[in-house]
């Protein structure tokens, strides 16, 4: 069956530490999306990339950092300049146009 | 700016217990109005798409309509597991390539 698979589900990042969230999807999906979900806030976007090779700045990029060398891959990059790291993370992916986004289950990441 | 507002923030009801929810939005050119079902530590899943006023679409116990100023969720007769988060989100047409704005959900509760 087709999805997207966000890995890990928890992360645990100590001070100072880059990690980074993994997202694949094998829907045959053009554009890809990085959110961040906080409790009471809704979903704020990271980044997004229509097109392999190209991404861009959603509201909340400051921190965070994003690659696109395969259709299928959106790897996201939480960085030491993230102040407040800890939410959770949730990759999505769609054709390009009026569609529906396809959710991943999620990262938790936990700063320690 | 694209603005999603979501009423109430969080609704209790008793099974078989009717209801609606509300999703207001302002947005420059109305591309699509989106709903989804988000449960506890979960990415959101997708429930409708909305393309223009009048338009209504119905999944077994939800039917969502829509004005050009809100859409609402209808609930009938729902059941504990009709219990999550429901989020509502809109894609504005005007110019290029546009992203989802979500609004901040509502949270429904359905006591057996």
């Known amino acids: 069956d087709g999805g997207i698979t966000q890995s890990p589900k928890y992360l645990f990042r100590k001070e100072g530490q880059n990690v980074t969230l993994s997202c694949e999807q094998n829907l045959n999906h053009d554009a890809m999306y990085w959110y961040r979900q906080d409790p009471g806030q809704g979903l704020r976007l990271i980044y997004y990339s229509q097109i392999v090779n190209d991404f861009q700045k959603g509201d909340i990029a400051e921190g965070y950092s994003v690659s696109r060398e395969k259709k299928e891959s959106f790897p996201l990059t939480v960085t030491s300049a993230q102040k407040n790291p800890t939410a959770f993370y949730l990759c999505?992916?769609?054709?390009?146009?009026?569609?529906?986004?396809?959710f991943g289950s999620g990262t938790r990441l936990t700063v320690v | 700016e694209d603005q999603v507002t979501q009423s109430p923030e969080a609704l209790r009801l008793q099974e078989g217990e009717s209801s609606s929810l509300n999703c207001s939005y302002t947005v420059s050119g109305l591309r699509g109005l989106f709903w989804y079902r988000q449960d506890p530590g979960k990415g959101p899943e997708f429930l409708f798409t909305?393309?223009?006023a009048g338009e209504e679409k119905e999944k077994e116990r939800l039917k969502a309509t829509l004005t050009k100023k809100e859409s609402f969720l209808h609930i009938t007769a729902p059941k504990p597991e009709d219990s999550a988060t429901y989020l509502c989100a809109v894609q504005a047409g005007n110019s290029g390539y546009s992203t989802l704005t979500f609004g901040k959900g509502t949270m429904l509760l359905v006591s057996p």
């Open positions: 999505a992916s769609s054709k390009v146009g009026a569609y529906g986004y396809t």
């Open positions: 909305l393309y223009s």
